[in-house]
Each structure stands twice: as C-alpha cells, then as structure tokens.
C-alpha cells in the first residue's frame, strides 16, 4: 500500500497525459503535456501556438487558468495519498479494498471529465471562424489516434497516468494479500 501512496506522489512530477499534434508545418509536432495542476508543452509558446491555431477553426483557447479543475486535482490526490497512509495504519483489508474502489471512482470521473472538456473544445466552435468545414469537429481523441484536417493527433496517458494505474494495481494487490493472511 505504501508503494501505491508513492506512486500517487509521482503525479506531481510527471504528467498524467500527453496530446501531440502533428503537421508539416510544425516539425517534431507540438506536444500539449496535461498535469494534475498545469497543462504545459514541449516548449514555453505551445500554448500560445495551439491558441493561435485553434482560433482559425473557431475553438475555444485553452486558459489553464480557467480550469477548475487544475486547482482542485492536487488536493483530491494528496487526500487519497492521506487516505492510503490511514489504510497502512489500520491494516484491515476492506480498508484497502475502499481505497482502491474510490481510486477507480475517481479515475472513472477524471476520464470522463477529460472527455467532457475535449467534446467542448472540439464541438462548440465559433460561428464566425475563418475556417468552416460543415459537419465537421474538431475533438482531440479521448485515446488513440485521429487525423483532424492537416494534423495527426496521438492522444495517450503520460507517466503519471501509468503510475496513478500502477498506485491501483497495487492497493489491489495489498487488498488481496491482506485478505489472504489468517489472522490469530
């Protein structure tokens, strides 16, 4: 359980996931980078640069600022690493087993929330755009990949998606091997 704790920690120093877009224009791609706390790129402009593209097919700007939740993710993490620790003290297995089942909760509303605010940008575009193309939107995959106009987009977890699923994996494992113990 303590190594799932830790793995939790490593969502402050490694993104949860990584959207990269592809063009001609645009040589080694741009690489949108999202945190729990920040959205960042493969250089201090990206931001700047998706805005500036996003503009021309009537997308909304990203305002990292403007999104809630990058100020509250820290918080609901560091409250599952206190919880994890309190599981560790109390070494009951059905204590772990909550653990994990809100960890898989919440992942669930991470994700889908990730989606909500990819539908947003990609479907509520500007009437007044310079680009119209009819029936057509503009949505990031959720995961995978897609070819949106002139750009290939890979939408995929960073390292700190793998290690919030390895954090699971083994509050699973300290569940099953705490359940496997006999106790006197």
């Given at each position: 359980?303590?190594?799932a704790v830790l793995?939790?920690?490593?969502?402050?120093l490694?993104?949860?996931?990584?959207i990269?877009?592809?063009?001609?224009?645009?040589?080694?791609?741009?690489?949108?980078?999202?945190?729990i706390?920040?959205?960042?790129?493969?250089?201090?402009?990206?931001?700047?640069n998706?805005?500036?593209?996003?503009?021309?097919?009537?997308?909304k700007?990203i305002h990292?600022?403007?999104i809630?939740e990058?100020?509250?993710?820290p918080?609901?993490?560091?409250g599952?690493?206190?919880?994890?620790?309190?599981?560790?003290g109390?070494?009951?297995?059905?204590?772990?087993l909550?653990?994990?089942l809100?960890?898989?909760?919440?992942?669930?509303?991470?994700?889908y929330?990730?989606?909500?605010w990819?539908?947003?940008?990609g479907?509520?575009?500007?009437?007044?755009a310079?680009?119209?193309?009819?029936?057509?939107?503009?949505?990031?995959?959720?995961?995978?990949?897609?070819?949106?106009?002139n750009?290939?987009v890979?939408?995929?977890?960073?390292w700190?998606?793998?290690?919030?699923g390895l954090a699971?994996?083994l509050g699973?494992?300290?569940?099953?091997l705490?359940?496997k113990r006999?106790y006197?």
């Amino acid at each position: 359980m303590l190594g799932a704790v830790l793995c939790l920690g490593i969502l402050f120093l490694q993104p949860l996931w990584k959207i990269t877009l592809e063009a001609a224009q645009f040589p080694g791609g741009l690489d949108l980078y999202i945190w729990i706390n920040k959205i960042s790129g493969n250089d201090k402009h990206i931001i700047q640069n998706i805005n500036i593209l996003n503009h021309y097919i009537g997308m909304k700007p990203i305002h990292p600022d403007a999104i809630p939740e990058l100020r509250y993710f820290p918080w609901v993490v560091i409250g599952m690493m206190a919880f994890g620790l309190i599981c560790i003290g109390v070494n009951r297995p059905w204590f772990y087993l909550s653990w994990v089942l809100v960890m898989i909760g919440l992942g669930a509303l991470g994700i889908y929330d990730f989606y909500l605010w990819l539908y947003d940008y990609g479907h509520n575009l500007d009437p007044n755009a310079p680009i119209k193309i009819a029936n057509m939107n503009y949505m990031p995959p959720l995961f995978g990949e897609k070819d949106l106009l002139n750009f290939y987009v890979r939408s995929y977890p960073n390292w700190g998606g793998v290690f919030l699923g390895l954090a699971i994996l083994l509050g699973a494992g300290a569940f099953y091997l705490k359940g496997k113990r006999v106790y006197v």
